[in-house]
């Protein structure tokens, strides 16, 4: 099915899927926290991006509600990139053939996140949540593949010297 020269070391596709797989189950997790020590988490980390911003002198002041959507979109951006990371260990010519795997696992794991929440207390899953995490993912793999079509040309380039 597939040509060995176009896939990656077993080395890597270890290494990625171990990586995707703690990334689901880093977002699980903290899906799976009570609402109260969701916040206090996101408490103190909202805290020291404010100090930040002010010590630069910075006139912005992050809330909770942004913090947690940023969080939201970026832990998903980094589980879309991860996602594409494993297509790309199976054909790194054409790792775009597996898109809709890649996009239909992102969009099936933010579900399940929200779903968690459902019966978590003080926690709700909400579908606008859903929306961000998918987003996130689409996001991650665009910059993913971009990332990799950046190093097949530059590596096709020094290997035609």
Not at 34 to 57: C, H, K, M, Q, T
Not at 72 to 101: K, Q, T
Not at 121 to 131: F, L, P, Y
Request: include cysteine; charged fraction near 20%.
């Amino acid at each position: 099915m597939f040509m060995n020269g176009n896939r990656t070391s077993m080395r890597f596709r270890v290494i990625i899927f171990s990586l995707t797989a703690a990334a689901i189950a880093f977002a699980i997790i903290h899906s799976l926290m009570p609402s109260d020590v969701s916040s206090a988490e996101s408490g103190g980390l909202l805290d020291i991006l404010n100090y930040i911003l002010r010590s630069l002198g910075i006139g912005l002041e992050i809330s909770e509600h942004l913090l947690r959507k940023l969080a939201h979109f970026s832990e998903y951006a980094v589980i879309g990139a991860l996602l594409l990371s494993c297509a790309y260990s199976f054909d790194r010519i054409r790792p775009h053939r597996f898109a809709v795997y890649v996009l239909f696992s992102g969009l099936m794991i933010a579900v399940a996140d929200e779903t968690v929440q459902l019966n978590v207390e003080g926690r709700a899953g909400m579908i606008t949540d859903v929306w961000i995490d998918f987003s996130g993912v689409i996001i991650g793999a665009a910059v993913m593949w971009t990332a990799f079509a950046i190093y097949r040309k530059i590596r096709r380039r020094y290997t035609e010297k």
